[in-house]
């Protein structure tokens, strides 16, 4: 079945290093892809997206690409903040499935 | 603020209570969505709602009673829970439903830390 995972539970960078929070799924109908950021006591907030006919769209200071081949997705957080400590979903979705799979998420915690 | 508001922040309820999780939302959308977060789990979605009819209900068991009067508001009525059922409740909405042909997004609520005791 379709699933969307994340590599690694938990991140821990240094503040001002970049982040690279990384995400796989099994879908290969999959053409839809976002990244969410919940922070405590919030719900998750969309970050950015990326559709299956691009491999990088860029953000303010964050960055996603596409690996089609792979079926990997990855979010870049550039001069990581202490505002950034939370956790990021990714999510997919495909062409007539009107619904989005999340991933489990992976906590970044961000060391002064 | 994302326009999606949840009520109550915080709930503890015996499993013989009945209670009932309010949202709403501000943004004119079409779609309202419970989702259930647990730890250490995706995300998990539980009722779908298009133009106030009901779209999905994903294996959801019979003590979580979604209602939705119009495309502003969504309940999730509860009775009878289990300790299991303890978790974030999420709502969420989109314009229209999530799809990949729209690039539809979610707005989501702070959601409702519900207890079960």
């Known amino acids: 079945g379709e699933s969307v995972g994340l590599h690694l539970p938990t991140l821990s960078v240094q503040e001002g290093d970049n982040s690279i929070i990384n995400c796989a799924y099994s879908?290969?109908?999959?053409?839809?892809f976002i990244w969410y950021k919940q922070e405590s006591g919030k719900g998750p907030q969309f970050i950015i997206d990326?559709?299956?006919?691009?491999d990088k769209r860029q953000g303010q200071r964050v960055t996603v690409l596409l690996n089609k081949t792979v079926k990997h997705l990855s979010l870049q957080i550039a001069a990581t903040q202490p505002g950034d400590s939370a956790v990021y979903f990714c999510?997919?979705?495909?062409?007539?499935?009107?619904?989005?799979?999340f991933g489990q998420g992976t906590r970044l915690t961000i060391n002064p | 603020e994302t326009g999606v508001t949840q009520t109550p922040r915080h709930l503890v309820m015996g499993m013989t209570n009945k209670k009932s999780l309010k949202c709403e939302q501000h943004l004119g959308h079409n779609a309202m969505y419970w989702y259930k977060q647990s730890a250490k789990k995706p995300l998990e979605l539980m009722f779908v709602y298009n133009f106030k009819e009901q779209t999905e209900n994903n294996s959801v068991p019979s003590r979580f009673s979604p209602e939705c009067p119009n495309s502003s508001h969504l309940f999730l009525h509860l009775h009878t829970l289990q300790p299991e059922d303890s978790a974030l409740y999420l709502c969420a909405s989109s314009q229209d439903l999530a799809s990949a042909s729209v690039n539809e997004k979610l707005f989501f609520g702070s959601g409702t830390q519900l207890s079960v005791l």
């Open positions: 990326i559709r299956s006919n691009m």
């Open positions: 999510a997919e979705s495909s062409q007539g499935a009107q619904k989005l799979v």
């Open positions: 879908n290969s109908a999959s053409d839809y």
